[in-house]
């Protein structure tokens, strides 16, 4: 029941997430593969499939600017393994938002993994526009990510894997059960922030 709550958490934690494009964040460094090389907070909007990054702090803000951005081949909590942008129009509602970032995340996690989320032990999470990042900046951009459904860190890409780089280490499955159990507070669809 703990994974479950801290997928909660996550989802809404990220599906709150502003990615409206932030003065303070920069883009993310790359090799000449493109590939991210260094750990460091970016603008999540400039982040594209392939990309690692990590959750934002527990207890934090539920609106965001930057995402810590990691090199895949170092421990992370999230993969991005789609993007793309919702059609334009007025700002749908929140549930209607994230409902939409579901609908066009899941038919592209297969192809990408290489097999269905819940046979690779991984969940997905849409990290969606919030209405103030859809109305003060016209952002429409979501981010389909990847997580360890038992929330274990992830090494390796996932891209192709079947889930095999999905592998967490016990000692960061153990450091997340302890943060985990801070946690006093069930959240609410009332933390997303605008």
């Given at each position: 029941m703990r994974s479950k709550k801290k997928s909660v958490l996550f989802l809404l934690l990220v599906s709150a997430l502003a990615l409206g494009?932030?003065?303070?964040?920069?883009?993310?460094s790359r090799d000449e593969a493109g590939?991210?090389?260094?750990t460091e907070d970016v603008n999540p909007n400039t982040l594209q499939a392939?990309?690692?990054?990590?959750?934002?702090?527990?207890?934090?803000?539920?609106?965001?600017?930057?995402l810590e951005a990691v090199p895949c081949d170092e421990p992370h909590n999230n993969e991005v393994f789609h993007v793309f942008d919702l059609d334009d129009g007025d700002f749908p509602g929140a549930d209607e938002v994230k409902q939409l970032g579901i609908e066009g995340c899941e038919p592209?996690?297969?192809?990408?993994?290489?097999?269905?989320?819940?046979?690779?032990?991984?969940?997905?999470?849409?990290?969606t526009p919030t209405e103030q990042s859809w109305?003060?900046?016209?952002?429409?951009?979501?981010?389909?990510?990847?997580?360890?459904?038992?929330?274990?860190?992830i090494t390796g890409s996932l891209e192709g894997s079947g889930g095999?780089?999905?592998?967490?280490?016990?000692?960061?499955?153990?450091?997340?059960?302890?943060?985990?159990?801070?946690?006093?507070?069930e959240p609410t669809?009332?933390?997303?922030?605008e």
């Open positions: 494009g932030a003065a303070c964040a920069d883009e993310p590939d991210i090389n260094e392939g990309d690692c990054f990590n959750d934002p702090e527990a207890g934090g803000t539920t609106q965001v600017t930057s592209e996690l297969e192809g990408y993994v290489g097999a269905a989320a819940a046979d690779a032990g991984l969940a997905l999470v849409p990290v109305n003060d900046k016209d952002d429409r951009t979501v981010l389909c990510a990847l997580y360890n459904a038992d929330g274990s860190k095999a780089a999905a592998e967490g280490d016990e000692a960061d499955s153990e450091e997340s059960e302890e943060s985990d159990e801070t946690e006093t507070e669809e009332d933390t997303e922030a």
